[in-house]
């Protein structure tokens, strides 16, 4: 179908995969029929950034289905983005998704149709966990698993990779790719996306365009989720610095991040031990979460890398 006196351009949804087949399936299940749906014609790319493979038995069974496959061997997610792109350069829009999640109901269309009203370089919608099991009551109180929900058309500097829209004409005109130096220990989309708004393009929030993520179990942890706390800062503080032309700049910017880190880690730990006194899960884990995020941002500021996509060679050879 076409949107009414409009000509629409071709999408392609992109989903970027490694060694998971059932969440793959769940997801082309998923994807499949809002393609058949969709106001604009669309197709799904499978991008598989295993070393090997792996992905293309699955995605076989949906050749009839017009799934596409390419395989990235090159580790980091950053490689396995920028290879979406480059697969998509006779397309209009590109979409991400992750293999572990499931667009709900009118998915597509809102983020097709916030496009269009809006004319921005990009679009991001709302991501929102279930998870594979019981959740940790102290994990809860913390708010780990929260992202934030904002009214369609609001105006973001940055956004995540896990349920974004590109207008790929933009991209291309300011020549726009995803920083291989982020690739292993994440944060490229924090990148990519502030450098969308430095060039003065738009990306706009449509918070119809829901996406659910599915958790597992091995995530439900309180060691991962201050992992992950103290990753997001990490890349934060690097993110920040990423963006620095000049010497003056970066020492100016350093010194801000070791403020604002020094901040987090002062008083966050005064809330953990706070809530601990008080035998308080929620002051107790929200303590715990701005330490972490303060402690992976000071050491963002300073050079230190905190690695979340890494693999076992990666890892021995020090990449990043």
Avoid: K
Wanted: charged share 25%; hydrophobic share 40%.
């Amino acid at each position: 179908p076409r949107v009414s006196g409009v000509e629409s351009p071709q999408l392609v949804i992109a989903v970027l995969t490694y060694q998971r087949p059932d969440d793959l399936v769940g997801a082309l299940d998923a994807l499949v029929q809002h393609v058949a749906d969709s106001p604009v014609d669309a197709s799904i790319l499978v991008i598989d950034n295993d070393e090997e493979p792996t992905a293309a038995q699955t995605v076989a069974h949906y050749r009839d289905a017009g799934v596409g496959y390419v395989h990235e061997r090159r580790p980091g997610i950053a490689s396995a983005r920028n290879r979406a792109i480059d697969e998509s350069d006779d397309r209009r829009l590109l979409v991400f998704i992750d293999d572990d999640e499931r667009p709900r109901p009118g998915w597509l269309a809102s983020l097709y149709e916030t496009w269009q009203r809006s004319g921005a370089a990009a679009v991001v919608g709302p991501v929102i966990s279930t998870f594979d099991g019981p959740l940790d009551p102290w994990i809860e109180a913390g708010g780990f698993f929260e992202r934030r929900r904002l009214p369609t058309g609001t105006p973001v500097r940055v956004a995540a990779t896990n349920n974004l829209l590109l207008d790929l004409d933009v991209i291309r005109r300011h020549g726009l790719r995803f920083d291989d130096r982020f690739g292993i220990s994440g944060g490229s989309d924090t990148v990519f996306t502030r450098q969308i708004a430095a060039r003065g393009e738009l990306t706009v929030w449509c918070d119809e365009a829901i996406v659910t993520d599915v958790v597992p179990q091995s995530r439900l942890s309180r060691d991962w989720v201050l992992r992950r706390a103290e990753r997001m800062g990490n890349s934060w503080s690097r993110a920040e610095l990423a963006g620095c032309e000049s010497r003056s700049q970066i020492a100016a910017v350093r010194c801000r991040l070791t403020g604002e880190a020094l901040a987090r880690v002062v008083v966050g730990g005064a809330r953990a031990s706070y809530g601990r006194l008080r035998r308080s899960p929620g002051h107790h884990a929200h303590g715990r979460r701005t330490l972490a995020r303060g402690r992976g941002m000071l050491g963002g500021a300073w050079g230190a890398v905190v690695v979340e996509y890494g693999r076992a060679d990666t890892r021995a050879r020090g990449e990043a």
